[in-house]
């Protein structure tokens, strides 16, 4: 009775060795590409921005002249004007390696690059702390905003897109077809995301969307 046994461990153990096999010449390949590709990075010459699409801050259609009494808001909002007023280039760059960046401007322009993503990641996290404040405190048009246009740069801070729809669903006094109109643009946005947070974003708004004759009062939990 024994036999059997030893046949199908044997043959368990086989099968073990051949998938081993296989993963290990698939992990060779995956990183034999990769040093391919940064060896080709790293001898990129120095190409144009021209292409490179950046986020323009538009000063005059945000409620900067609106009073905070939340010091975190206040402090957000100025973030913003800063960078507004200095002008300085910022672009979305999330979900790109420095690889790609190399790849596609030159490694001559890494440290540029760099710089611009930074000054996004810093714009979308002030105009998310702006928008909660001004939500906070029922400011829900200037929040709504402010939120709005962090959205359209493609930012991937989930808690934003909570805050949206909490406002169209419970505080902007929209009918349900605007507010199913305004989510579903939200996941429009979402769906050409290139995050990890873009299933979860989208997902969330699937969810969120009410069903015919209905509204959601749902609330909505806010975090990065």
Avoid at 92 to 113: R, Y
Avoid at 135 to 155: M, N, P
Wanted: hydrophobic share 40%; aromatic share 8%.
């Amino acid at each position: 009775m024994a036999f059997p046994f030893f046949t199908i461990a044997l043959i368990l153990i086989i099968l073990f060795q051949v998938r081993t096999h296989q993963v290990n010449i698939k992990e060779k390949e995956i990183d034999r590409d990769f040093w391919k590709r940064e060896h080709d990075a790293n001898f990129t010459r120095k190409k144009s921005l021209d292409s490179l699409s950046l986020v323009h801050i538009p000063a005059d259609r945000l409620p900067f002249s609106v009073p905070l009494t939340d010091p975190a808001a206040t402090e957000a909002a100025n973030t913003v004007q800063d960078l507004a007023d200095r002008e300085v280039k910022i672009a979305n760059l999330t979900g790109l390696t420095n690889t790609d960046l190399k790849l596609e401007w030159g490694t001559a322009n890494l440290p540029a690059l760099t710089e611009f993503d930074d000054n996004y990641t810093t714009l979308v996290k002030a105009l998310h702390a702006w928008g909660k404040g001004l939500f906070d405190a029922g400011l829900y048009k200037e929040a709504a905003e402010v939120l709005e246009f962090s959205v359209s740069t493609r930012s991937d801070i989930r808690a934003t897109y909570e805050l949206l729809v909490d406002l169209y669903q419970t505080k902007l006094g929209l009918s349900l077809t605007e507010s199913r109109r305004k989510i579903a643009a939200l996941e429009q946005i979402a769906s050409q995301l290139s995050t990890l947070n873009k299933n979860q974003i989208l997902r969330f708004l699937q969810e969120a969307l009410p069903a015919d004759g209905q509204r959601s009062c749902k609330k909505h939990s806010s975090h990065f």
